[in-house]
Structures are given as C-alpha cells and as structure tokens.
C-alpha cells in the first residue's frame, strides 16, 4: 500500500462516527427519490445480482473492485451507498474505496437480505 492510501485509510478509519457509516433501508428510499440519488453499488457477485438486486443499484463485485473503481464518480457530489447480502462485504468495499480517495460512502444496514424483508424495489430475473 501505498503512503497516500494508508494516510487515506487513516483519516478514515480516524474520523469515522459511532454509526460507522450504516444507513437504513428508510434511508436509502428517502433519498432515491430526491433530488441527488445516491450512486447504489451492490459488492455481490454477478449471479446473486442478476437474480435480484436493489433496484437503480450497479453491480461491482468486491473482488472486482480494486481493477473497476474507476467507473465510479471519484469527488462528485452523489454519495455511494454500497451493500452485499448482509453488511461485511460491503464494509470491506468502503474501506477500499476510502483508500482510494472517494467520499461521501455508507453502507446499507442489513445489506440486501434486509432489504428483501422489507420488501423494497427489487429488479432481476427472480425478482
């Protein structure tokens, strides 16, 4: 890793809130339809995506992200709400992405499974 990344992460891991940046899935549908939608990114792998996903969402798989993060807004006003199927992966991808200089992440609480039970937007072959 490089200097710049740990300074990055540091700053990260250091200012973080006592919530660790999880937001409800009330949160999300407040904000999907206002004015500055999040960007949705779902850290699932392609096939747990393709069957059925939070509707808007972009599929970016954690072990695909360190060679795709480029296709995200890096310093643009949209936050990025990243989830998986429950919150642990999705926590690994704020991390990185941190390291990489993006701001503006939180994380889904519950992930996608939450989200299900909730019964919220979902798109995909099965949903």
């Known amino acids: 890793m490089k200097q710049a990344d740990a300074s990055l992460l540091d700053d990260f891991i250091c200012t973080m809130p006592d919530d660790f940046l999880m937001r409800s899935d009330s949160w999300l549908v407040e904000r999907i339809h206002g004015e500055n939608p999040p960007v949705i990114l779902d850290v699932r792998d392609r096939v747990s995506f393709e069957k059925a996903h939070v509707a808007g969402s ?65 798109e995909g072959s099965e949903a």
């Not at 709400?81 to 503006?104: E, P, T, W």
């Open 58 to 122: 972009i599929n970016i798989p954690l072990r695909e992200l360190p060679g795709r993060h480029g296709e995200l807004e890096k310093g643009g006003e949209r936050k990025i709400i990243c989830y998986c199927n429950g919150s642990v992966m999705s926590a690994y991808a704020l991390i990185f992405l941190a390291s990489q200089g993006f701001q503006g992440l939180y994380n889904l609480s519950g992930g996608f499974s939450r989200w299900q039970r909730e019964e919220r937007d979902v």
